[in-house]
């Protein structure tokens, strides 16, 4: 069992930028980042696969966010520019096994998920 967490969530004014980090404490296949506003389904952010290292974004954050990973397969970062407060919710770290090689956008190519963290955009 693969644990994720996560850090670096705050309060930040529209315009800010903050820099999430998930920690994976075994290998993983691929890691993403996904998010979840109040009473809104989780939805995909970023997501990137170590056998490619081609990442995927949505539509929404494409040119203000930047996934990236450090020198293993187990840490990946999310720097999030120009941030609106469009942008809320908790965002949450996930991790595949070695082997999925469906679409990163997808929920169901995660097993693993962290507890989340909060990043809130407002003045």
């Known amino acids: 069992q693969v644990q994720l967490v996560e850090s670096g969530g705050g309060l930040v004014q529209p315009g800010g930028s903050l820099r999430l980090s998930c920690a994976a404490s075994?290998?993983?296949?691929?890691m993403g980042w996904f998010r979840q506003a109040p009473g809104k389904e989780r939805t995909f952010v970023a997501g990137?696969?170590?056998?490619?290292?081609?990442?995927a974004y949505a539509d929404s954050v494409k040119g203000r966010f930047t996934i990236s990973r450090t020198n293993t397969e187990t840490t990946v970062d999310l720097q999030m520019n120009s941030l609106k407060p469009e942008d809320t919710g908790v965002y949450y770290c996930?991790?595949?096994?070695?082997?999925?090689?469906?679409?990163?956008?997808?929920?169901?190519?995660?097993?693993?998920w962290g507890q989340g963290t909060q990043v809130t955009v407002s003045s």
């Open positions: 990137i696969r170590w056998s490619v290292l081609s990442p």
């Open positions: 996930a991790a595949s096994k070695v082997g999925r090689i469906g679409p990163l956008n997808q929920l169901n190519q995660y097993d693993y």
């Open positions: 075994g290998r993983t296949f691929a």
